[in-house]
């Protein structure tokens, strides 16, 4: 399984991006897949997540009302709607699928490399 994030960039404060991480290998139509995120000099943070079955969704409090999970079963796609973006959320983010823990939790069995996001104030 391989998981290819991308849509990372720079914009201002007040801006948007849309992340997309593109699964490949093997369909994961069963799992759980999140983003995750780590700014300079901090730990790996749990963003948001959703459930391939059903769509249920679950966002850390600093994201909630500003970013939106989302998948495409068609495209075996997950992305990553960031509106009103703060120079806070500056950071890498990653995605990953298929937890062994509660899906907060960074311990997953697959991982993508990392997209910046750069926002400036």
């Known amino acids: 399984v391989q998981l290819q994030a991308s849509g990372g960039g720079f914009t201002q404060a007040g801006g948007s991006l849309r992340l997309s991480c593109a699964v490949s290998g093997r369909a994961l139509r069963t799992t759980t897949m999140a983003w995750f995120r780590r700014a300079p000099g901090k730990e790996r943070e749990f963003v948001a997540g959703?459930?391939?079955?059903?769509?249920?969704?679950n966002y850390a409090d600093s994201v909630k009302g500003r970013f939106t999970i989302s998948r495409d079963n068609a495209k075996n796609t997950v992305y990553l709607q960031m509106n009103s973006l703060k120079p806070e959320d500056t950071a890498d983010y990653y995605c990953?699928?298929?937890?062994?823990?509660?899906?907060?939790?960074?311990?997953?069995?697959?991982w993508g490399k990392g997209t910046l996001v750069t926002v400036s104030s």
């Open positions: 959703i459930m391939w079955r059903g769509g249920t969704t």
């Open positions: 990953a699928a298929d937890p062994r823990l509660n899906m907060r939790v960074p311990a997953y069995n697959y």
